[in-house]
């Protein structure tokens, strides 16, 4: 990155972008200007001076009309006339369209500049000479008691009337280039200027949000019921109450049953009762249960019904 904030590619991209805007300026310029035929323009002058014939006491008075130039703005607009571009056109060898002229008088004097245009500086010289030699006699006849002289013959005048094509390219080169190149340059600074903010805020670096603490799942306390709590021995297959001591046997066999539930029936044999815990005494190692109860005895209010006990409905 530079002081302009342009990176290294950025700074190829903007004179490949120059370089590409003036080649194509180049091409076309060389396609339009190649196709045309160069033109040169070669330059006479002439003066209206007093004839022979004027006396010569009226000389002075003749000069100083020619002072006042109207005589050489009289010829000038004969010189430049149409009618002598066929002879001047023959001299150069061209065809009368090929082939430009221009008169005009220099203020305050008695000189006038004649022009000739053509596609070759042999012909533009001879082009000139030839108009001037045509257009002699119609001026001395409507300028007065004035001939017309020649003061520079266009010999050897002949110059490009068009900037060379090599100049030309090597502006058109230039112009093109800086052109292509400053549009580029300014898309670029442009382009850095809307990317600048997004790289500042992406380079800083961002704060650790606070990461709130998640309160303590404390589970709620199971429901307790007094004389309810559950027991259930791995090896016992019975379902009922406590294992208890009825008249008849002891509660050997194995007990699902709630601590403290009521006693149930009188046990059978092998422990096998219904509040004994299974229809068998096994191997089961359940929690001893309370003593066994009689039948019909009394139930305090609360207390889970013994499953095992008929329901006196």
Known sequence: MNDQGLSRRALLVIAATGLVTALVAL?????VVGSEQPTYRATAQVALVPAPTVPAEQVPSYWESLGGGQAATIGAEVLKQSQWLAPAAQAAN???????????????????????????PQGAEAAATALIQAATPT?????????????????????????????????????ALFVGAGVALVVARGRARRQAPEERQAAQPVAAQPVAADPVRRMPPAPVNAG????????????????GKG??????????GRAGAPAGKPGGPNGGGPNGGGPKGGGGK????????????????????????????
Not at 27 to 31: D, E, G, I, S
Not at 228 to 243: E, I, K, Q
Not at 247 to 256: A, H
Not at 286 to 313: I, K, V
């Open 27 to 31: 091409l076309v310029t060389h396609l």
């Open 94 to 120: 061209v065809a009368p369209d090929q082939v430009t002229v221009t008169a005009a008088a220099t203020a305050s004097t008695s000189l006038i500049t004649v022009t000739a245009t053509t596609t070759s």
């Open 139 to 175: 001026v001395q006849q409507v300028s007065g008691p004035y001939t017309l002289q020649v003061a520079q013959p266009a010999t050897g005048t002949a110059v490009p009337a068009s900037i060379p094509e090599s100049q030309l390219l090597m502006v058109v080169f230039a112009g």
């Open 228 to 243: 309810n709590s559950t027991s259930t021995p791995p090896n016992g297959p019975g379902s009922g109450g406590p294992l």
């Open 247 to 256: 008249p008849n046997g002891p509660g050997s066999g194995p007990g699902n």
């Open 286 to 313: 359940g929690p001893s249960g309370g003593p066994g109860r009689p039948p019909g005895s009394y139930t305090p209010r609360g207390a889970a019904p013994d499953p095992a006990r008929p329901s006196s409905s």
